[in-house]
């Protein structure tokens, strides 16, 4: 596949991916994907990312049931970043429970955060330990 | 600034930086920051990113023209991402010309890009050698 080797890995094997959903434009998450990872999204059209923390191939939504459905994937000028654009199952991407993972803005000259109130569903719920 | 220590720098110091423009939506780059350019990015709302090719500070559009107004910083769930609402001056994000760095979109499997028809400038005027 042409992707897999046009691709500039990190010298950990490793490209980011952002998703954004579709519909509404917002960036849900960024994650990293190495080349298995990465061909396993492009032939199911689903996204698998690759987790650093557990060092194996991370399947979204395996245990949430909030699967990233991919509609395209992007390439940037320097084939070192990965753009994807898709439909989050079950509204909300981030293990907080909140729609996006990027649910906190920087106020005060970066002294505090504002929290959105996006919260979609209790975390302890869904992650049964 | 509580900001700055609350982020986790990588291993080299740095943390990634989307910029996704403010009115249309679209993820025009994505580019690292270290400590250095994201205090300045807070204090000036100009997107200051650090070049890993060149080693230093790197003042978006310094060159082009194409600074990028930041209007909003949000910070994701593990503290190891940024995402810059902006607006870009002069249009265009990429060095290319086009519009944003993602004008390439994975078609045939992952065998083949569809090209983007967004170039607004051209490179070889802006940046004069």
Redesign the interface.
């Known amino acids: 596949?042409?992707?897999?080797n046009d691709v500039n890995y990190d010298a950990n094997g490793l490209i980011?991916a952002?998703a954004?959903d579709e519909t509404?434009?917002?960036?849900l998450?960024?994650a990293w994907m190495n080349r298995e990872s990465l061909?396993e999204t492009?032939?199911t059209n689903r996204a698998v990312y690759y987790s650093r923390s557990r060092k194996k191939l991370w399947r979204k939504g395996e245990e949430s049931g909030n699967v990233q459905k991919v509609l395209?994937?992007?390439?940037?000028?320097?084939a070192d970043?990965l753009?994807l654009r898709v439909h989050q199952i079950g509204d909300a991407a981030?293990?907080?429970g909140?729609r996006t993972?990027?649910?906190?803005?920087?106020v005060e000259?970066?002294?505090?955060?504002k929290e959105k109130n996006d919260i979609i569903f209790d975390p302890a719920r869904v992650y049964k330990k």
């Open positions: 596949m042409k992707l897999l980011p952002i954004q509404t434009g917002e960036i998450m960024m061909e492009v032939r395209s994937i992007h390439l940037d000028c320097d970043v753009l981030c293990h907080t909140h993972c990027f649910y906190r803005e920087v000259g970066g002294n505090a955060y």
